[in-house]
């Protein structure tokens, strides 16, 4: 099959046929919905950039499988290099669309599952990884998607899965068969499940003995009999099923909550079920290697927010303004932080027994805190440079209006040479980039809540060895 072109990504989304609501109401036409269909141009540009010259050496490589190129997006590390790639990929695309391009979750997911199907398989004989390398291949071969099916809904926090009053807010085994396992439960939060041909299923914490029903991991395509995707609310989410006052004029993040109503998974798509000691790692390959997968994203977002600040100095006439240049500059920095640390994580990065690469965890989750602070930082100066009309900018149906457009644009005029038309659409981009919850709110749980990062850090930075630095410096000798 080989890699596929934007349009061919798009004409295969068309033959799925999953069950979709929003709004209330059935969504049949998933494709053309423009609230859905501006999420999976995100998408399309992963594929978009694998075709351009410019880009094919960064987004494309071999399959450490068959040697035929692959999307990047489908390649589980085979390398320091590729590690670093994919922060790089992160940031061209971060910064070409602006938002979440929400292909990274199913590459995070591959690479749990290539590092720990392995080591289960070794521990227990089992024949996962020759099973997920045949889902791989599938992946690889067909360039498709997949998203993460990994945060549960939880119910009550203070409780374990198997102790609260309704088993299934953990995703669970139900029934298990000759020919494959029944799972019920729902995933909540799932960046661009319906961009996505397959649903990546993983335990969303760790388990314990008594827990077995809940260790589970598997994939299907994300049209399978049973699953239901309810897209969530955005703050601006009907601005682009009006086709008005997008503010980011092609591109944006949708996240359903995903429900498994007695989805059937044949066994040769099942990577886990009931080896509990396993789920943890699982997690913690996952969320790392997420965490460094936003240093390049977001770190692409900022340049966009960069740019954007500039030109309303330029637009506004405050380029002169040396409050507003050092407010820019702080913004920078930002970004560069949250870049460089996510590099330095894969850098460090290190071969599994698998073969797969990992990055540094510590560093990952390092460039993630940084991330959760950092990104409020950098829009507060975005919208501080921009000025008051981010909260408020009147509708573009008003600026066409001829009782009161031309007055609108009378008084919105900024700088003399700069036509009016222009200040008012980066008014809106700013409005966009600083106020659309589905991407926002993931600068700070995107890849797990703050504390998770924070217990990460600690549990894996080798404490042990600063101890003994302090003690030996102090002369104390045990
Ligand atoms: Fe990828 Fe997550 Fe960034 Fe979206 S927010 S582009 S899924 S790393």
């Known amino acids: 099959m080989g890699l596929k072109t934007k349009a061919e990504y798009i004409e295969s989304l068309r033959k799925l046929k999953p069950t979709v609501y929003m709004f209330g109401e059935k969504v049949d036409n998933v494709v053309d919905n423009p609230r859905i269909r501006a999420g999976i141009e995100t998408t399309a540009e992963t594929y978009e950039l694998a075709q351009m010259p410019e880009h094919r050496d960064l987004m494309v490589t071999k399959s450490s499988l068959n040697g035929e190129p692959i999307n990047r997006f489908n390649n589980p590390p085979q390398s320091v290099e590729d590690l670093v790639a994919r922060v790089k990929i992160n940031r061209l695309l971060g910064r070409r669309v602006g938002t979440c391009f929400q292909r990274c979750t199913g590459l995070d997911c591959m690479v749990a599952l290539s590092v720990t199907t392995y080591d289960c398989d070794k521990k227990y004989g089992t024949e996962y990884h020759k099973r997920f390398v045949e889902f791989l291949k599938h992946m690889q071969t067909n360039d498709l998607v997949a ?92 601005r682009e099923q009006d086709g008005c006052d997008c503010g980011n004029v092609q591109y944006s993040k949708y996240a359903p909550t995903v429900i498994f109503d007695n989805v059937f998974v044949p066994w040769e798509r099942v990577f886990l079920c009931g080896e509990w000691e396993f789920a943890a790692d699982l997690v913690a390959y996952f969320s790392a290697f997420h965490r460094q997968s936003h240093g390049g994203c977001k770190a692409g977002k900022i340049d966009c927010m960069v740019g954007a600040a500039l030109t309303m100095m330029a637009y506004n006439g405050t380029e002169k303004v040396s409050h507003h240049k050092e407010k820019v500059i702080d913004m920078i920095h930002r970004a560069e932080t949250l870049y460089g640390c996510s590099l330095a994580a894969s850098y460090e990065g290190r071969r599994m027994p698998s073969g797969t690469y990992f990055i540094d965890p510590v560093l990952a989750n390092a460039s993630k805190i940084h991330e959760g602070r950092e990104m409020a930082e950098a829009t507060r100066l975005m919208i501080d440079v921009a000025g008051g009309f981010v909260a408020d900018l009147p509708s573009d149906r008003d600026f066409a209006n001829p009782a009161v457009g031309p007055l609108l644009k009378k008084y919105l005029k900024g700088a003399s040479a700069v036509p009016v038309e222009n200040r008012i659409k980066m008014f809106r981009l700013v409005e966009k980039m600083a106020m659309e919850s589905a991407d926002t709110i993931s600068d700070i749980h995107g890849g797990g809540s703050p504390a998770a990062h924070r217990l990460t850090i600690f549990r894996e930075s080798r404490n042990q060895d600063k101890v003994a630095a302090a003690k030996r410096l102090a002369g104390i000798e045990e």
Do not use: M, W
């Open 147 to 238: 998203n993460a099916g990994v945060t549960d809904v939880k119910g009550d926090r203070n409780l374990g899965p198997t102790e609260q009053a309704d088993p299934d807010v953990y995703l669970h085994v139900v029934e298990k068969r000759e020919d494959g396992i029944v799972v019920r439960g729902a995933k909540c939060h799932q960046t661009g499940s319906l961009s996505a041909h397959e649903i990546i299923v993983l335990p969303t914490r760790a388990l314990k003995k008594g827990d077995e029903e809940f260790a589970v991991a598997f994939a299907v395509p994300t049209d399978t009999k049973g699953i239901i995707h309810v897209v969530g609310r955005s703050s601006l989410d009907t």
